[in-house]
């Protein structure tokens, strides 16, 4: 006995569906199907009913049902494919004498939800007309952007002047995603990128006897860009898609719309909780990813031979707290612009199945490219102050 069949209990010789083709004057194909329609036994009807269609293309297609014992959705199935098939190629199609319980199931899958939309055809542009419609939609993104970062602003000032009315709550929950649960991945991409960049000088500069400089310009790199740039992406990767993700679930969820129906400004509710935890957290992350390069470096150092007492003093010489405050200011200028990009994102999510996922990589795509134009501006302005 067939295994299936001994699971089922059912008979061997009653497993699989029969189907008598007949074909009568007047181009009506009748498909009479008898036994049971599952996802086990459905496949052996599937190719002889569609083979039948395709040989015969008749005018009407008649599916004979009333012998069929059991139906589920994979019989289900093959009777929409059949419809599906009848209908595309201008045929009419009809169900025969299937039994209540399984005509209720076939009737949830109308067919006009399977017919398929023909594609609009893209109507001509004029190159000024394009040339205009682009200008229009790039005016309107930055004037949306604009005026998101001034309610944000308004809304954390605001914020800031009634601490009471801020949901902390909120802020010690995000501050815990954003900072102690990045810990050990920032440690770890910090202290990486800290060993790479002193192995890689100490190569040409061993030429010249200078392994001893590795300290020095490790140290400058971590305080000033590594750390504070390293941490910023880590983050961005990490919060930002969650911001993004996060919002965006509400707005498709019609959530958003909910708060706006209450009188809950969404940006007050939502968007300065996450300001204030990126702006406390993103500065300590910075901290914490500046120790854990230099402790990269100092591995190189000690690989070199050289005690660590001579890798701390040739630092301290070589940096200043000025150094080191350069790049916290910056990292609170990134956290501005995680948090921000990541909630902007959110909130203008679209409807549909992919639109939380568009939004999730639009907000790390655009955090990154922010953060490092941001930081690049910071680099010629502190070149000019002779900071």
Known sequence: ???????????????????????????????????????????????????????????QLVVDASQVNYCDGSGIALFIKLRELQEKAGGRFEVKSLASEFQQLLDLFPAQEFKETSAEKPKDIALPEEVGVATVNIWQEIR???????????????????????RWKDVFL?????????????????????????????????????????????????????????????????????????????????????????GLDPVRFLVVPKLIAAIFMIPILTVFGDLFGILGGGVVMLALGFPPVAYVNEMVLAASYVDLLQGLFKSLFFAAIIAGVGCLEGLRTKTGAAAVGDSATSAVVSGIVLIIFVDGIFGVLFYYLGI
């Open 1 to 59: 006995m067939n295994t299936y069949a001994h699971m089922k209990g059912i008979p061997d010789n009653t497993l699989f569906p029969s189907i008598e083709i007949q074909k009568k004057e007047g181009e009506i194909l009748t498909l009479k199907i008898a036994g049971r329609l599952d996802s086990y036994t459905t496949g052996r009807a599937w190719s002889k009913a569609l083979s039948a269609l395709e040989s015969s293309s008749p005018r």
């Open 144 to 166: 949306a952007n604009i005026s998101f970062i001034g309610e944000a602003v308004v809304a954390l000032f605001r914020a800031l002047l009634n601490p009471g009315k801020i």
């Open 174 to 262: 995000t501050s815990e995603k954003i900072g102690v649960n990045a810990l050990s991945i920032i440690a770890l991409v910090n202290f990486l990128v800290g060993l790479v960049i002193a192995f890689q000088s100490a190569i040409p500069l061993k030429k010249y006897g200078g392994e001893i400089f590795v300290a020095d310009l490790l140290v400058l790199a971590v305080f000033r860009e590594l750390g504070p740039l390293m941490t910023a992406i880590v983050v961005n990767g990490r919060s930002g898609s969650a911001f993004a993700a996060e919002i965006g679930t509400m707005k498709v969820n019609e959530e958003i719309d909910a708060l706006n129906t209450m």
